[in-house]
């Protein structure tokens, strides 16, 4: 069993900047790429940032330049750095892992993040 745990949201002011965690456990010798996702009110989810075991990187396009994914030393934690947030960044952030490549079947529950005017 994989479990992930995420942390680090909060409540920003418009410009600021917030570090997610997301912490894996269980049995991840087999996964493939981490990611994260982002659901804000009203919208349905969507692929923030993904990375692969070699460390590839991919962003959608709304987050190029103010969000960078990274793994820690150990590969067991996964980072987002959010800078230069704007009101329509409020979401709940997930962090996911995949097991095959494109199938994400592994989830945390998710940490607010807020971003005021």
């Known amino acids: 069993q994989v479990q992930l745990v995420e942390s680090g949201g909060g409540l920003v002011q418009a410009g600021g900047s917030l570090r997610l965690s997301c912490a894996t456990s269980?049995?991840?010798?087999?996964?493939?790429?981490m990611g994260w996702f982002r659901r804000a009110p009203g919208k349905q989810r969507e692929l923030v940032a993904t990375?692969?075991?070699?460390?590839?990187?991919n962003y959608v396009g709304s987050v190029k330049g103010r969000f960078t994914i990274s793994r820690g030393n150990t590969k067991n934690t996964v980072y987002l750095q959010v800078n230069s947030l704007q009101p329509e960044d409020t979401a709940v952030y997930y962090c996911?892992?995949?097991?095959?490549?494109?199938?994400?079947?592994?989830w945390g529950q998710g940490t607010q993040v807020t971003v005021s005017s």
């Open positions: 269980g049995n991840i010798f087999g996964l493939n790429a």
């Open positions: 996911a892992a995949s097991s095959v490549a494109g199938l994400y079947n592994y």
């Open positions: 990375i692969t075991p070699s460390g590839s990187t």
